[in-house]
């Protein structure tokens, strides 16, 4: 099984809202920051959100602060991502990821999984 699977995503109107989650399966999920990256034609895999392992530190894109919020369940291995007040401009294909660290996610490109593999992803279509 590959994992993680993210799921939710969708075609919405701006100002609409989504929820995704990530789920894995085998990976010790509690052990790990998790991250939210996305990535639009053309464009670079950017991080979006950012939580620490014990999801008392949440790390966001200017872009998408006040508008998107990220949580974890480490029972249920499972990672989400509540976004509000879409805008076009957040189209893209929206990955999930264990990372090594959370304001290094968000700041610079080229984020690698640390433990796991990169997911099939889920794709989120805003509309003006």
């Known amino acids: 099984q590959v994992e993680p699977v993210e799921s939710g995503g969708g075609q919405v109107q701006a100002g609409g809202s989504l929820r995704l989650s990530c789920t894995f399966s085998r990976l010790s999920f509690e052990d790990y920051p998790m991250a939210w990256l996305r990535q639009a034609p053309g464009q670079p895999r950017k991080g979006v959100s950012c939580?620490?392992?014990?999801?008392?530190?949440?790390y966001y894109q200017d872009s998408v602060k006040g508008r998107f919020a990220t949580s974890r369940d480490n029972a249920k291995k499972t990672l989400y991502l509540q976004m509000n007040n879409l805008q076009p401009e957040d189209t893209a294909e929206y990955f999930c990821?264990?990372?090594?660290?959370?304001?290094?996610?968000?700041?610079?490109?080229?984020?690698?999984?640390?433990?796991?593999?990169w997911g099939q992803g889920t794709q989120v279509i805003v509309s003006s």
């Open positions: 939580i620490t392992w014990d999801g008392t530190d949440t």
């Open positions: 990821a264990a990372v090594t660290d959370c304001r290094s996610t968000i700041r610079y490109l080229g984020v690698v999984p640390r433990a796991g593999q």
